[in-house]
C-alpha cells in the first residue's frame, strides 16, 4: 500500500488519545448541540463497516503478500518463543475501521489495538477537526434490523460521547491467520457504555469457504446472525489458547474433568464457540488478553445469559484509559451463568493455593468495584448458610420496566394540550438537569407513576419547597415546553398522564431474564419478596402478573403512605441515594408479608433497589443498587444480581456433583 494511502487511511487512535487527555471538546452538530451518540445507529455501522473490514482482509489474503510483522512477542514457559504478529490486513483494517468511524461519529472514543499499541502510523492530523458526515444508509439486512430494533430504554435515546467507547481489534487471531487458519479469524467491534458491554459485533470472513458472515446483538435484543447451539456434556468442553500457557489451567481442568473442545490463538473464535455449542467455557486464566478481544464476546454472552470475568469471577470494567486495556487478572467466559458460577469457585479454589498470590496481587484498575454494599459485617444470619437468603426487591426497576420512556408519555401529553410535537430527547435532558445528574430520572419518575393509593402524599412530596419535588417538574416544564415556570400550566396534567398510563399492565414489561433468574433462585432456596410503594397488592400482583405464573414471588409486599417524606425524599430524590429508613422500610414490610422475626432474621436481608443506600444500624446482609440503564457501579443484569446472591448464600461449592444438579443436554 502506498504511502499517500496509508496516511488517508492511518489511524488516530493514538491522537484520540491524546485529545481526550488535554480537554478535547466535543464537536458540535449543524444546530450548534453538542454531539449524541446514537447506539442503535452506530451498531448499524459497525455491521456494515465488519463486512468491509472482511473484504480487505480477504483482497490482501488474495495478494499472497500478507506482510508478517513481530510487534514483541513472549517466551512461554517451554522456553519456545511465539510472537505477537501484526499483518497487512490488521494494519488495512484497522485504518479504515477508525477512519469512518470518525467520520460520522467525530467525538467517538476509540480504542484500537495496532495504534493503541503504537504498532501502526498515526495520522499526522486528528480526524476530530474534521467535519462530520451524514450517516450513511444502512447497507445490509443486518445494519437494517440494528437501526429499528427496539433497545434497551437506557440505549434508546442519543447518549453523551464520554459515555461511550467502541474497542476495535481490526483481524483477531493473527498468529493463526500468519498460520494459514483463516477460518478462526474475526474482526471484534464492542461498544461499551459507561463502562459496561451493551453490544458486540464480531465479523468472520472467511466462515463458509470465504462467504463471511457478521454476528451481531446485545443485552435486551439477543444475539444475531449465527445458529445457537448448546454444548453437550459430558464432557465438560473447555476453548484454550493454543500459544499462551499458564500454571493455574492444569489443575483447574483437572478438577473440572474438563476436556479441550477448542485450541486456537483467537479470542473471537472462542466467544463464536461457546454462542454455537462447541464448547462451554472459555479459559485464559494469565495475562495475556485485552479488552477489544474480550468487549464485542461478552456483550454477546450477556446477551444470552453468559458471563464473561477475570479468571476468579470479577468483572472487568471497559474504558478508554490506557493503563485499564490488558485483561491483567486472565480471561474466563461461559455460555451458562451457572456453569460460570461453578467454574470460577473451582479457580479460586486453586488460586487461592498459589504462593505468588495471583490474580488477587495484581493492581488492575478496570477490576469492577464491589457490588454489594455491606451494612454490618456482624449482621445475624448473614451467609451464616443456616438459613437462605432473602432477597427483597423493587417491583418497579429490577422486575417490571416501562414499555415506554416517560419522555415519550409527555411528549403525548403535550401534542395533545398545546398542539405541538415536543421532542422526547429535549424532554428527557430537562427532566434530567431537573431531577438532578446523581439521580436516575427515569425510576424517580417511576416512583412517581406508580402511585395510586398514594397519590395525596407523592403530590404533597412534589410539591415540596426543596427544590425537586414540584419545583423540578416545574423546572422541566418550563424549560422543555418553553412556559414560565410560575405558571407551572402542565405539571399535575402530566403527573395524571403517568398515573393513568402506568397504572396498566400492558405499561410494563418484565426485566430481560428476571423469571428464568427467578425460577433459580427460587429453585436454591432463596425467598424473594417484590416490595412497591403506595399501592394496592391486588394492583401491584396484576402488574407483576406479566413477569409470569403467581409463584415466581414468595410474597409482595406493599409499603403504606409516609408522611415523612419530605426534606428525606428531597435529599434522596436530589443525589440518587436513598436514605437507610427507607432502606429499612422495605424490609420491614418484606418481614412483615412473611411472618418472619424482624429482628432475628434481618441480617438475611439482601436489599435491592434503584438508588445506593447508606449505612445504619438495621444489621442488614446488603444492598445492591440496580440501574435499569447503565451504571458500572451498579447491577443491572440479572445475570450479575443472581451471581451476587449466590455467592452470598451458602458459601461455594466445586463438587462435582454439579453437572448432576444441573437441567443440560447430554451427548
Known amino acids: 500500500m502506498s504511502e499517500n494511502v496509508r496516511r488517508e487511511h492511518a489511524s488516530v487512535a493514538r491522537a484520540v488519545a491524546n485529545g481526550r487527555d488535554h480537554g478535547l471538546s466535543n464537536p458540535k452538530d449543524e444546530t450548534g448541540a453538542e454531539e449524541r451518540i446514537p447506539i442503535p445507529n452506530l451498531v448499524a455501522v459497525l455491521i456494515d463497516l465488519a463486512s468491509e473490514a472482511g473484504e480487505i482482509i480477504r483482497k490482501v489474503t488474495a495478494s499472497g503478500d500478507l506482510g508478517v510483522k513481530d510487534k514483541g512477542g513472549s517466551t512461554e514457559q517451554d522456553g519456545i518463543y511465539f510472537m505477537d504478529a501484526q499483518t497487512e490486513s490488521d494494519r488495512q483494517a484497522e485504518s479504515m475501521l477508525v477512519t469512518r468511524l470518525l467520520e460520522y461519529f467525530p467525538s467517538l472514543q476509540l480504542v484500537a489495538e495496532e495504534s493503541s499499541e503504537q504498532a501502526l502510523d498515526t495520522a499526522v492530523e486528528s480526524l476530530h477537526t474534521k467535519a462530520r458526515s451524514p450517516l450513511p444508509p444502512p447497507a445490509s439486512p443486518a445494519a437494517i434490523a440494528a437501526a429499528s430494533e427496539l433497545w434497551p430504554l437506557g440505549l434508546q435515546r442519543p447518549l453523551h460521547p464520554s459515555r461511550?467507547?467502541?474497542?476495535?481489534?481490526p483481524l483477531d487471531g493473527t498468529n493463526e491467520y500468519a498460520r494459514g487458519e483463516r477460518v478462526n479469524v474475526t474482526c471484534l467491534l464492542g461498544v461499551a457504555v459507561d463502562g459496561v458491554p451493551v453490544a458486540g459485533v464480531i465479523?468472520?470472513?472467511?466462515?463458509?469457504?470465504?462467504?463471511?458472515?457478521?454476528?451481531?446483538?446485545?443485552?435486551?435484543?439477543?444475539?444475531?446472525?449465527?445458529?445457537?447451539?448448546?454444548?453437550?456434556?459430558?464432557?465438560?468442553?473447555?476453548?484454550?489458547?493454543?500459544?499462551?500457557?499458564?500454571?493455574?489451567?492444569?489443575p483447574v481442568m483437572t478438577s473440572l474433568d474438563a476436556h479441550i473442545g477448542l485450541q486456537v490463538s483467537a479470542t473471537g473464535s472462542h466467544f463464536l464457540a461457546l454462542l454455537e455449542g462447541r464448547a462451554h467455557s472459555l479459559l485464559l486464566l494469565r495475562r495475556g488478553s485485552k479488552k477489544w478481544d474480550s468487549c464485542a464476546g461478552e456483550a454477546l454472552l450477556r446477551a444470552v445469559g453468559g458471563s464473561v470475568t477475570d479468571a476468579v469471577g470479577r468483572r472487568y470494567a471497559y474504558s478508554c484509559h490506557p493503563d485499564t486495556f490488558q485483561n491483567l487478572c486472565g480471561l474466563a467466559a461461559s455460555r451458562h451463568a451457572d456453569v460460570h458460577r461453578h467454574v470460577m469457585a473451582t479457580s479460586r479454589h486453586l488460586a487461592s493455593q498459589r504462593d505468588d498470590g495471583w490474580p488477587y496481587s495484581i493492581p488492575d484498575r478496570s477490576i469492577r468495584q464491589e457490588l454489594v454494599l455491606p451494612?454490618?459485617?456482624?449482621?445475624?444470619?448473614?451467609?451464616?448458610?443456616?438459613?437462605?437468603?432473602?432477597?427483597?426487591?423493587?417491583?418497579?426497576?429490577?422486575?417490571?420496566?416501562?414499555?415506554?420512556?416517560?419522555?415519550?408519555?409527555?411528549?403525548?401529553?403535550?401534542?395533545a394540550r398545546l398542539g405541538v410535537q415536543a421532542s422526547e430527547e429535549l424532554i428527557s435532558s430537562r427532566l434530567l438537569e431537573a431531577f438532578g445528574s446523581g439521580a436516575n430520572s427515569e425510576a424517580t419518575l417511576m416512583d412517581v407513576a406508580k402511585s395510586e393509593d398514594g397519590r395525596e402524599a407523592e403530590a404533597a412530596a412534589l410539591r415540596f419547597a426543596g427544590g425537586s419535588g414540584g419545583a423540578a417538574w416545574s423546572i422541566a416544564g418550563a424549560g422543555a415546553f418553553g412556559v414560565p415556570q410560575e405558571e407551572d400550566p402542565l405539571t399535575m396534567e402530566l403527573l395524571e398522564a403517568l398515573w393513568e398510563n402506568y397504572g396498566r399492565p400492558e405499561a410494563w414489561r418484565p426485566v430481560q431474564g428476571a423469571a428464568a433468574a427467578l425460577a433459580e433462585l427460587k429453585a436454591a432456596g432463596v425467598v424473594v419478596v417484590a416490595v412497591a410503594c403506595n399501592r394496592d397488592a391486588l394492583r401491584v400482583r396484576k402488574l407483576l402478573g406479566v413477569i409470569g405464573d403467581a409463584d415466581t414471588l414468595d410474597a409482595i409486599a406493599v409499603m403504606p403512605p409516609t408522611a415523612d417524606v419530605t426534606e428525606t425524599g428531597s435529599k434522596m430524590t436530589k443525589v440518587g441515594e436513598e436514605p437507610a429508613w427507607l432502606v429499612g422500610a422495605r424490609v420491614q414490610a418484606a418481614l412483615g408479608e412473611l411472618r418472619l422475626d424482624a429482628a432475628a432474621d434481618v441480617g438475611r436481608c439482601l436489599v435491592v433497589c434503584d438508588a445506593a443506600a447508606r449505612a445504619d444500624e438495621s444489621k442488614l446482609g446488603g444492598v445492591v443498587r440496580w440501574a435499569p440503564g447503565v451504571r458500572g457501579d451498579s447491577v443491572h443484569s440479572w445475570t450479575e444480581l443472581v451471581d451476587v446472591v449466590m455467592s452470598r448464600k451458602w458459601g461455594e461449592s466445586t463438587e462435582a456433583s454439579f453437572w448432576e444438579q444441573r437441567p443440560c443436554a447430554r451427548s
Not at 461511550?164 to 481489534?169: E, L, P, Q, S, Y
Not at 435484543?221 to 459430558?234: D, F, L, R, S, Y
Open 203 to 250: 465479523g468472520q470472513p472467511f466462515h463458509s469457504g470465504g462467504a463471511g458472515r457478521v454476528v451481531w446483538g446485545g443485552p435486551g435484543i439477543g444475539v444475531h446472525g449465527c445458529e445457537m447451539g448448546e454444548a453437550t456434556w459430558p464432557p465438560f468442553a473447555v476453548a484454550i489458547n493454543r500459544d499462551l500457557k499458564d500454571d493455574l489451567l492444569p
Open 164 to 169: 461511550v467507547v467502541v474497542f476495535i481489534d
Open 375 to 415: 451494612m454490618d459485617a456482624e449482621a445475624p444470619n448473614r451467609r451464616s448458610g443456616v438459613s437462605p437468603p432473602v432477597l427483597v426487591i423493587d417491583a418497579f426497576g429490577p422486575l417490571l420496566e416501562p414499555a415506554e420512556p416517560v419522555a415519550s408519555v409527555c411528549a403525548r401529553v403535550v401534542a
